[in-house]
């Protein structure tokens, strides 16, 4: 085909798609509004109620129930001065099983008839600790009260050992110190893994509603048949629409870009020694390194599009076919996959390993971002040749 009739059909149809859905209030909302702004608003919120939550566990007095507490007085005290509160109780077997399962007292440490005696002999001496481990936060506690008995079985191990003359320190041949070489920036990742999911998806649904208004809204309201009778060539007025959407695509993209970065500022991760650093500078390399993902996400839309009928039925499908992208992410973080040349040039897996290192603040390899954006827009060529081959079918119009 002639390339500049085709390149101002293309240009004419881009104007057309773009002005028309900057007047549907219905795509603006999904372009402009839910996908860019609810969803950054979403995971600040997450986030800063997981900062407070876990603020005010960690301040938290631990609550404790103690069956026949008298029986180890020591050990009472020891857990009490530990920030420990404890609720001496009088149950039976079922009663405390009954109370744990109903949450009345989560935990339960019972302590045998013969405690004082084992311990005295110096042999083990058992304790009952009731618990409910379905429930997470009951899980949390019962580590931490095992953690504190231990540490109390270890002090008395060790007051042994220095009353029959023996250095404690035998019993500790290995130590072994951690070293976290971590920064601020890269810890900050362990909470914001989620953060590339939801730039891709609010990428995505920037474009779905254009996609589908432009191919099986359009042949639903019986419009698409004089456009196509046009002295023109299909492909050029596919590549049009394709373009059109790729174009919502990526002004959702930057605004779902903006709004992360301006919502992450209100969350105090700097009180668990991470930080959020999305300033201009790695916001404009997250929007470069997503971007080329446009056109075939576009494309994708556009070919899926073409085979259905009504404006509903495309809806259905390409509801189900926009997480396609986002399924490669939920796999890497099952297999915790790294980056590898292979790894990179799978769509939007790629951008994933690139903007979890931009969150990182770690250095990109170029050829890894240089296979990642090629792939991508092999792919967003691929799918819009083939949109053009399909809309050269008659029986398009059915």
Not at 93 to 119: C, G, K, N, Y
Not at 217 to 245: D, M, N, Q
Request: glycine share 6%; charged share 20%.
């Amino acid at each position: 085909m002639a390339w500049r009739p085709a390149l101002a059909a293309m240009a004419t149809v881009w104007r057309k798609e773009v002005r028309e859905s900057l007047r549907d209030r219905r795509t603006l909302v999904s372009a402009l509004l839910f996908g860019p702004l609810f969803g950054p608003l979403i995971l600040a919120a997450s986030l800063q109620f997981l900062v407070q939550r876990t603020a005010e566990e960690a301040d938290q007095r631990l609550s404790l129930a103690i069956r026949h507490a008298e029986r180890a007085p020591q050990l009472v005290a020891w857990l009490e001065a530990r920030n420990v509160d404890v609720r001496r109780v009088t149950l039976d077997e079922a009663a405390t099983r009954q109370a744990v399962l109903t949450r009345t007292w989560p935990l339960v440490l019972s302590i045998p008839e013969d405690f004082a005696a084992r311990l005295e002999g110096a042999r083990p001496a058992p304790l009952l600790l009731y618990s409910d481990a379905s429930a997470s936060r009951t899980d949390r506690d019962g580590a931490r009260v095992r953690s504190l008995i231990a540490q109390y079985g270890a002090s008395i191990g060790r007051l042994r050992l220095l009353a029959r003359g023996v250095d404690p320190l035998l019993q500790a041949p290995i130590a072994v110190q951690d070293i976290d070489v971590s920064t601020p920036q890269s810890r900050s990742v362990t909470v914001l893994g989620m953060l590339s999911y939801l730039v891709l998806l609010a990428m995505i649904l920037g474009g779905l509603y254009l996609a589908i208004d432009a191919t099986a809204g359009e042949r639903e309201r019986h419009s698409l048949e004089p456009l196509l009778a046009t002295p023109v060539p299909r492909e050029a007025l596919i590549y049009g629409k394709i373009a059109a959407s790729a174009t919502f695509m990526l002004l959702s993209l930057v605004l779902t870009m903006v709004a992360c970065a301006v919502a992450l500022r209100f969350v105090a991760l700097e009180n668990f020694g991470m930080s959020a650093r999305l300033d201009a500078g790695v916001v404009a390399r997250i929007i470069l390194a997503t971007a080329p993902l446009a056109p075939a996400a576009a494309g994708l839309m556009t070919v899926v599009a073409s085979f259905t009928r009504s404006y509903r039925e495309a809806q259905t499908w390409l509801g189900v076919v926009m997480l396609v992208p986002t399924l490669p992410i939920v796999f890497v973080g099952l297999a915790d996959l790294q980056p590898s040349l292979g790894l990179m040039a799978v769509p939007s897996l790629g951008q994933h390993f690139l903007i979890t290192a931009l969150l990182r603040g770690d250095a990109i390899t170029p050829l890894y971002a240089l296979v990642s954006v090629a792939s991508s827009l092999a792919l967003g060529g691929a799918f819009a040749w083939l949109a053009g081959r399909l809309y050269r079918r008659e029986s398009l119009l059915g």
